[in-house]
């Protein structure tokens, strides 16, 4: 009941914007169960958002377990990513904004985040020998693309199905062109290890 309740608070007022008040009145709960449970509104956020990137890692590594080629399996990540944005849209922008903020609780979950999908997508290239650089950059290049979106469908509000597959398409360009990219003037991609 209060993530729900924190869940349609943040989602209408902004996380720095909305009081441990305003999840009691949306989770029909009384201050004392809150806090029995809770220590303060950022607690909550945290839960909800480790719910978010829990179901992102989760999708990343089924992925990655299912596909060979390390571009489907970035793919897959870029599709996982994209769905949790279109089915939680506006709170993906807020909690995911918050994130954005060395301050923030958020922020070291977001950075573990961040080293568990590269450590998977390492390991699940592991023959190509792919410097892990080159996975973080990938992923840091689908938040902001993913941040875009929700900002012009009204910071998340209204995520067209449109947007998304625009979305998609761009960074499935990104990644071919990062990972399998080739030719005059492009330069290699850089191993493991490689300085």
Known sequence: MILQGAAIVFADKGFRGSSVEDILVAA???????????????????????????????????????EKDPLRQIERCIDAHLENAGAFGRLVYVLGGEAQARESLLYEQRMETHRALVSALVEGASARRVEPL???????????????????????????????DRARLVMKRIVAATLVGSGQGVPPLPGAGDA
């Open 28 to 66: 029909n709960i009384s201050r004392r169960t809150f806090y029995r449970l809770y220590k303060s509104k950022e607690e909550v956020a945290s839960s909800l958002y480790q719910i978010g990137t829990g179901r992102l890692l989760e999708g990343c590594k089924a992925a990655i377990r299912e």
């Open 134 to 164: 080159v996975f973080q950059a990938l992923i840091i290049a689908l938040e902001g693309v993913v941040r875009v979106v929700l900002e012009t469908g009204d910071e998340g509000r209204r995520v067209s199905s449109a947007a998304l």
